[in-house]
């Protein structure tokens, strides 16, 4: 007996959760076979939980078809055909494909009415019908950037034209006065340089205010190395002011950057070191400055010492000036020093141009019988410069995406009581081609030309190494004409690790020793993010065109690049 009442209770339960959980089924019909067929076109859904999901979907249907044109769209039933079939008849009726909207010319600039519709005039326009909504909404937002954000736009007096075509006014409700940006608010980053608000940013008080602009805006913040944007920026609206309050934070953005390189000497076979030491400091006075200090020592007893400032926005102007002194010594044979002063002009949060002067001043530190083309010179050059950096600070391995630095020098050299014109122009690019989320190549190209009649040894470009040809003792390489092509695959390993290849490429010219050939470097790399900073090691062996392959040529490369 308890085993019947058991397997009863079992069964209504059972019974009881089939008829709960049954669903309902929707068919919607038009009046005629046509306007059936044209209902199927459109996706609704037909499997639905109750009744009261089922009105819902028929209005959303004809809140569709509203919007595609048929306005004029009526329900005529909805039957029950049986237990779970629900059929509903809907009249389509006629569709109307275009509208004509007439405008007040005082309130809606024809230039706006130009870039949604080929037909149009001082008073009206004609659309397709179904783009109704997003040109009501285009021109909203074209009269909200004019400082009326709280503008709305309807149509009235809405009429048929024609069999096709509907018309209507469009009328426009937005305050009696234009709001401008009363006062801006930094929260986070309190101290973040004002000239930046003004000249990189472009945000200034009592502009008109355009919070879809503003948003563009803070967005170029990313291209700055000593700040970024917490939050989206809140406005603050009252009856007689607006206030803007931006959430920035300071970032770390000095860094210091050093290698440590290693190979055997062919004549001695004995291991040398050379590396370098390379600090940068930036935004440490809140003001946007920056301060580089670089000194190289490499193997061939070569000295390079590199001290670099560069200050934006002078007096709260556009422009910003950039100095800087090179000293470089050749073990006994001559020293130069290069001084260069340049005013530039920050065109927008990612390119700049600069103008300025580069003098140069080499003493010959040998006896001038025994120094072979080493002679004192002075030179000077008017140079042009662009840069052009797109960074990615979000991306600790890979910061800078891409980037665009050409420079040309127009100038003469005095030698000898004897002044001769000469032209020099260097250029620096890189980009990362993103092939997926952990692979990408890396393509690099940086060469250098210097033209004159003649030349002197201690004016030649100096190039090789783990920032140019890889495989090459640094600076070791002199030309007046090279080009040096630098590829990498990449495999990111993980966020912090990644492994990649080393293919380098160099075409040099040198005029004094009447060399012309091509270079190849080889090798593999990998760079770790540690507690210390980013580890790069890269181990490359360089060739020349008619030289064997030899593992002794070697070269391995340490760097770490410490950000504080």
Known sequence: MQKKSFFLFIVVIFCFKKLYSQNLNLEIIGKDTTETKLLNTYN?????????AITIEIDSLRKTLFKTGYIENRLLSLKRTNDSLFTSTIALNTKYETITLHYNSNEIDKSITDLVSNDNSDSHFTIPFTSTESVLNFINSEIAKKGFPFTKLRLSEIKIKDNKTLEANIVIIK????????????????????????RFLKIKPEAIFNIEDIKKRIQTLDNLRFANTIKEPEVLFTNDSTQLYLYIEKTLS???DGFLGFSTNEETNNIEFNGYLNLELNNNFNYGESFRLLYKSDELEQKNFE????LPYLFNTPIGTELELNIFKKDSSFTTINQKAKLYYQLDAKSKV???IDTTESNNLLDNESAFNVDDYKSRFYILKYDFENRRNYNRLFQVNSLVNIEAGFGSRDLNNTTEEQTKVSLNAHHIFNLNRNNSIFLRFNGALLTSDSFLENELIRFGGINSIRGFQENSLTATLYGVLNTEYRYKLSNSIYAHSIIDYSRLENKITSQNENLYGFGLGFGIITKAGLLKFN???????DQRFKFSNSKIHLSLVAIF
């Open 254 to 256: 000095n860094t210091f």
């Open 307 to 310: 001290a670099r400032l560069n």
């Open 354 to 356: 600069f103008l300025g």
């Open 539 to 545: 181990f490359a062996n360089g060739k020349t065109q």
């Open 175 to 198: 305050d009696k006065q234009q709001r401008g940006l009363d006062k801006i608010v930094i929260k986070g980053y309190e101290k973040f340089p004002k000239s930046y608000l003004k």
């Open 44 to 52: 609704y859904n037909k499997t639905l939980t109750d009744y009261n």
